[in-house]
């Protein structure tokens, strides 16, 4: 098994993802990637390509996620919260916790509410 790899969209403020790699979790931005103003499903084509968990604030995801499951695709995860509901901090807090705690396949087709 391998472990989790987190991608964060550009609707996730830059300190989620930063802190996150200051304690060691293997994460990436769109901004990172040179992805910023990429269309949402280009966004998780992207995660898809390189194996990680989409985390993002959009709620236009779930929607996706609904597509994809009736088009049979599939993808590495996705973790949604409302922006407002977490500081940064409790953010990096949840997220290192699905990083440290599940392994790459346990996300596989799966949405996390935090």
Same mark, same amino acid.
């Given at each position: 098994?391998? %472990?989790?790899?987190?991608?964060?969209?550009?609707?996730? #403020?830059? %300190? !989620?993802?930063?802190? &996150?790699?200051?304690?060691?979790?293997? !994460?990436?931005?769109?901004?990172?990637?040179?992805? &910023?103003? &990429?269309? *949402?499903?280009?966004?998780?084509?992207?995660?898809? &390509? #390189?194996? @990680?968990?989409?985390?993002?604030?959009? #709620? *236009? =995801?779930?929607? /996706? #996620?609904?597509?994809?499951?009736?088009?049979?695709?599939?993808?590495?995860?996705?973790?949604?919260?409302?922006? *407002?509901? =977490?500081?940064?901090?409790?953010?990096? $807090?949840? /997220?290192? *916790?699905? @990083?440290?705690?599940? %392994? @790459?396949?346990?996300?596989?087709? $799966?949405?996390? =509410? /935090?």
């Amino acid at each position: 098994m391998s %472990e989790i790899k987190i991608y964060t969209n550009e609707s996730v #403020n830059i %300190e !989620v993802s930063e802190g &996150l790699k200051r304690r060691g979790i293997n !994460v990436f931005s769109a901004r990172d990637s040179g992805n &910023l103003g &990429l269309s *949402d499903t280009s966004q998780l084509e992207y995660a898809v &390509l #390189n194996q @990680a968990v989409i985390f993002t604030h959009d #709620n *236009d =995801f779930l929607r /996706l #996620n609904r597509e994809w499951i009736q088009e049979g695709k599939e993808h590495w995860g996705i973790i949604y919260v409302h922006q *407002d509901k =977490f500081s940064v901090g409790e953010i990096i $807090r949840h /997220l290192m *916790d699905y @990083a440290l705690i599940l %392994e @790459a396949e346990e996300m596989k087709n $799966r949405i996390e =509410f /935090l």
